[in-house]
């Protein structure tokens, strides 16, 4: 450990550490790029070069090699190796031999593109000119706050412009001075795709695309975004995706089995639906509930676990970085060598999750040194570290979500703004202290977040619908990061889930069930084509023969029936039962599901029972005789069935595939009988003299108390057969397009295609079977001639139809009488198309 350390800190010494400077040779000086013959301007000409290329090393608080810039005192001091700059000797200075790379081993910056020679002729004037520094310029360290009570100020619109987007004003000016002329907004279809990737992860559905395309409401587009953004369900299943990697939640993997990790996946969900404001989300998380408490707790190891890896130093690493925007991970080590972050700052955050006093440990050494307990800026405030526990939590809650903490509100329109664009305003997007390439628009989106009550949605609203949004993409590989200047959106490759979900939206072919049992339907909303065979929503009950039998009641068999009329054979059917003592559910006179634990409601599936026309349920629910201890006191012995079943059939009109949901519970419609007749469970059976059921009350009644257990059921129903790929877990198609094993924070995920991304979808056997069973779903839709399935594939897959040669080569394809294995072949080709992966 000892050798390794030696190793990573003579790797971070800056290499212009020397102890003696030689003066230039007359042959090197002549070879050095000539001064500007220009007067220099300091905020244009300068500021620019050292914000780039050397406040990473030398300013924000660093200094390596002992050399700071934060200041034109400090630049005048010099490091290690003696004066930098000798203001009117370009010529003599080694900060213009190092960035000339007059020693090909010692070139400066280390790291990114080299200074061009126009750069360091604009250096060497500066230095020739005196060093000219514009009053109030200072590199040193960004406080937090950012000066988040100083509020940006728009710019005046233009006049008939009153209501035009805050963000397209504010990013006029900067168009200007970059020379930027935006062009003409995308076409409807480019923005309705990207829209509905960018908000709900789904491609548009073929119908609503052509029914926006037709519309000629000038409207529409900010219509469109607030549709999607009110459709709560789908939203927050998308959305599920980028908070799981930034929360480190996920359905299994280390520490989920031996309870040294917590699912925060039922919380999480809800307060996505529900839209929680952002300030109140955060709180919960660092302050949490028994629901949320798995992030903070993070991931107790076994083994021998390095220092920096206990779950109060966990807890600080987690919280800085997600919504501070903050890397501490170096810093829980050692003073960090990347940033200014020292070991006290996070032993210091760490201490208020710790039931002592924490001493520090640096590189797995005890130092012996106490930490002594502080929020990252202590600035914001204060911390009791004599307080009990939940106090200082509770604290810590308090100043990171008040208003005064600008970072807050900033780091997460940073995180929005590069989700959307693909580039942040800052960037990285985990180094909040960098500059952002335009300040005003990242104050004035935080503020407007702060005045709007912390609505991630409003903010959302904003971007969604400014023109920045809509300009037309532009190649990544386009600009070098340090050159960066806004153009439009990036072009962006679907996530894991993205291409998973687009798949399915083609195929019709999802997964069975999400991995994790929480209640998935907070936020749902009961729209389009959903409906309960009730024309309301199904809200099951307990029932049984007399009113009194929550209560008490005799031990006994009860026989309940309900007949359903389905119009077709259904694409997918599920049940839940419950009942106090025991049940056996029938569907159309064969078994489909028994069970003997009311607390644990029984999830099964029941397509293959169920036909077109009449079908009939019936259960046989059993009461038994209950046991007292004690010999005087008569038993209770409440008895009672719940069950929720949810039906879903889909048809093709047109192309177009139209799904009906039919939900149904138990309740009075339901009819009972104490006599087992024969063929009592099947179809043909005359129920004559059966009576209706008595509803004892809601799920969650007393004595049985199983609302949650009963709802999580409920929801996995709902979902079953049509459960969307962020709700489960990762496969090997998933694993390979980039979706991360969770284990630690993940607040971006890389767009740059890989080898193993190449081999999995062009030869992997997870996306081949995706394909197959998705081939055969769509040959059993019944399309009417190969031109129309074609035509129907091309709108789901890329939102348009098929040109005259694409269709001429497609049948040849799938071939007349229409072929599986041609339609699986169909499919592979459209899903490999950039035209496919990628959001323009």
């Known amino acids: 450990m000892k050798r390794l350390f030696l190793m990573l800190a003579w790797a971070f010494v800056p290499i212009t550490v020397r102890s003696t400077f030689a003066p230039l040779t007359p042959e090197q000086a002549a070879a050095l790029p000539p001064p500007a013959d220009h007067p220099i301007q300091f905020t244009k000409d300068v500021k620019p070069i050292l914000e780039a290329s050397c406040i990473k090393c030398h300013g924000r608080g660093k200094s390596k090699g002992d050399f700071r810039i934060d200041t034109r005192n400090t630049l005048l001091q010099g490091g290690q190796s003696g004066p930098a700059v000798i203001p009117g000797k370009s010529a003599e200075s080694y900060l213009i031999e190092l960035v000339a790379g007059v020693d090909p081993d010692n070139v400066m910056p280390q790291k990114g593109s080299k200074l061009t020679r126009e750069q360091i002729g604009r250096l060497r004037a500066w230095i020739d000119q005196g060093l000219p520094w514009d009053e109030g310029v200072n590199f040193g360290r960004i406080p937090p706050i950012n000066l988040a009570s100083r509020k940006p100020v728009l710019p005046t619109a233009p006049k008939g412009a009153s209501s035009k987007n805050p963000i397209d004003l504010i990013l006029a000016p900067y168009f200007a001075a970059h020379h930027v002329a935006p062009g003409k ?20 559905p073929a119908s609503e695309l052509e029914d926006f395309v037709a519309e000629r409401n000038p409207n529409k587009r900010p219509r469109l975004v607030g549709r999607l953004l009110a459709d709560n369900q ?30 925060i996946t039922g919380w999480l969900y809800a307060a996505l639906a529900e839209n929680m404001p952002y300030d109140r989300f955060v709180a919960e998380l660092i302050n949490p509930t028994a629901d949320s408490e798995g992030f903070v707790k993070g991931i107790v190891w076994r083994g021998a676990v390095n220092a920096s890896q206990t779950p109060q130093m966990q807890a600080a690493q987690n919280i800085s970085q997600v919504f501070m925007g903050v890397n501490l991970k170096c810093a829980s080590c050692h003073d960090s060598f990347i940033n200014d972050w020292a070991l006290a700052d996070a032993y210091g955050l760490a201490s208020v999750y710790a039931t002592n006093e924490l001493e520090m440990v640096q590189c797995d050494r005890p130092t012996g040194k106490m930490a002594a307990m502080k929020f990252l800026y202590p600035e914001l405030g204060s911390i009791d570290p004599h307080a009990p526990m939940p106090d200082r939590i509770k604290r810590l809650a308090d100043i990171i979500t008040g208003k005064q903490n600008g970072r807050l509100s900033r780091t997460i329109v940073n995180r929005l703004w590069a989700k959307f664009m693909g580039r942040g305003l800052v960037e990285p997007v985990d180094d909040m202290e960098t500059p952002a390439w335009n300040p005003d628009l990242l104050d004035w989106l935080a503020e407007d977040l702060v005045e709007h009550g912390y609505d991630l949605k409003q903010t959302m609203e904003r971007i969604l619908t400014s023109e920045a949004y809509q300009m037309p993409s532009v190649p990544v590989t386009e600009q070098r990061v340090k050159e960066y200047v806004f153009n439009g959106p990036y072009v962006r490759r679907m996530s894991a889930e993205q291409f998973v979900d687009a798949l399915a939206s083609v195929t019709g072919v999802w997964f ?7 209640d998935f339907t907070a936020g749902e909303t009961h729209g389009g084509t959903h409906r309960s065979l009730l024309d309301q929503p199904a809200t099951p009950k307990w029932i049984w023969k007399d009113t009194q039998a929550a209560q008490k009641t005799e031990p006994i068999t009860v026989y309940f029936r309900k007949v359903v009329d389905l119009p077709e054979k259904p694409a997918a059917a599920s049940v839940v039962v ?22 644990k409601p029984n999830l099964a599936d029941i397509r293959s029972q169920l036909r077109p026309g009449r079908n009939v349920f019936a259960v046989a629910a059993v009461n038994e005789k209950a046991e007292s201890a004690d010999k005087d006191t008569e038993p209770s012995n409440p008895a009672g069935l719940a069950l929720f079943a949810h039906i879903r059939v889909e048809r093709i009109a047109d192309a177009i595939p139209i799904e009906t949901v039919l939900d149904f519970g138990s309740d009075a419609t339901w009819v009972w009988s104490t006599e087992r007749s024969d063929g009592w469970q099947n179809r043909e059976f005359d129920a004559v003299g059966w009576q209706p059921a008595v509803e004892l009350g809601e799920i969650g009644m ?21 459960t969307r790929a962020s709700l489960v877990n990762a496969d090997p198609l998933m694993v390979a397009l980039g979706r991360p094993n969770r284990e630690q924070v993940i607040t971006a995920r890389s767009s740059v295609a890989t080898t193993l991304q190449a081999l999995e979808i062009t030869n992997g056997p ?26 129907g594939l091309y709108e789901r897959a890329l939102s348009r139809k ?9 049948e040849e394809l799938i071939g007349g009488p229409m072929r599986r294995d041609g339609i699986e072949d169909l499919l592979w080709a459209m899903t490999m198309l950039p035209e496919f992966q990628l959001i323009y």
């Open 185 to 204: 907004a995308v076409s409807d279809r480019v923005f309705a795709r990207r829209v509905y990737l960018d908000v709900l992860g789904l491609l548009p």
């Open 234 to 263: 789908r939203y927050a299943e998308h959305w599920l995706t980028f908070w799981n990697d930034a929360l480190r939640n996920d359905y299994k993997g280390t520490g989920y089995i031996d309870n040294g990790r917590k699912q």
């Open 512 to 518: 069975a069930l999400p991995a994790a049992r929480s």
């Open 578 to 599: 419950s009942c106090n003592n025991s049940f056996r559910l029938y569907v159309n006179g064969k078994e489909a599901a028994s069970g003997k634990d009311h607390t």
């Open 702 to 722: 007393a004595p049985w108390n199983i609302g949650k257990a009963f709802a999580e059921a409920h929801s996995a129903a709902r979902l079953y057969g049509h």
């Open 766 to 791: 997870t996306l081949a079977q995706r394909l197959q069973e998705g081939a055969e779903k769509v040959l059993r839709e019944g399309w009417r001639n190969t031109a129309d399935l074609v035509a």
């Open 802 to 810: 098929p040109t005259s040669n694409e269709l001429r080569t497609a």
